[in-house]
């Protein structure tokens, strides 16, 4: 059978990274960091003028913090709701050339839309048309260590020097779509609109059918228990991996690496692991965001 017409486009995309010198990987506008191969400027120049519209269903995350889970759990949800088929590919939109984001732009609703982008650099019009978000978290411990890996087996991003220099970078915020810390601080402003809903991977983990089910509830998706019972034995990371196959082409093992809470022990040495509780203290300590996150249960 022939790829579908996504994958063809993410395999070329990881064939361009592989030819490509590390050190062209990534480019910077206004402070941030991108990557050249996937948000090339002419995107984000487009995205200026993308159309968001108040029936998207509208996922954000900061990287390595479950996003495609979160894309797979809603992808189910949609269809087993509707009975509407999302299209393959990412849906994440600085992803989309500026003649990709006018195709999408035609499509009829409800688009299922994304981006790693935070919320002051979302295009405006999702503001203007409230917009629901579903924004996913993660405990920046174990997102820094996802994040490492993924560099270094992603080909359309240069690979890490170290794991300690990575580290550094990522405290600084001298990586991908820049400080963790800084979208945790943006976010951490829309805790108590209405119209984002913030979830934490580890919330996930703990309970999937809960968050399934509160997720089909904010974007008014209809379930039946026994939908989200099919759909959270669709979406454990098991399932998720032998499916990659199909979803990913031959990079599944990117995207799905351990799948795990907790695996900072396994990387973070003393010092690092003081570091970043400082840093956590010093920008978040007492915000909503942070007892949602529970910090001190999952990152000490
Ligand atoms: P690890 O690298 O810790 O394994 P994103 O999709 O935002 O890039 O996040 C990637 C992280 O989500 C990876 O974490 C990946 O393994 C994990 N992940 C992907 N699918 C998952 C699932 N079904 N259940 C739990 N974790 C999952």
Redesign the pocket.
Known sequence: MAAPASIKTFESRMDRGMKMKDEEKLYKRDGIIYSTIMSPPENLDALKDFEGREDDVFLV?Y???????MV?IVKKIINASTGVTVPERPPIIEFYPPQLQQVVGKEPSRRLLGTHLPPNDIPESFKAKKTKMLV?FRNPK?TV??YY??MNKNPVLPKTASWDKFFSDFMAGEVPWGSYFDHALAWEKHMDDPNVMIVT?EEL?ENPPEGIKNVADFFSFPLTEDQVMKITKE???N??LESSKNSHGNFGNV??????VG?WKNHFNEAQSKQMDEEFQKKLAGTKLSAKMKYDYYCQ
Do not use: I, L, Q
């Not at 990287?63 to 889970?69: I, V």
């Not at 995207?255 to 795990?260: A, H, I, L, P, S």
């Open positions: 995350a990287p390595k913090c479950g996003f495609n889970w797979a996913v174990d260590v996802s890996h993924f991977y983990k979406t454990t990371f399932a998720m995207f799905f690496r351990k799948g795990e695996d």
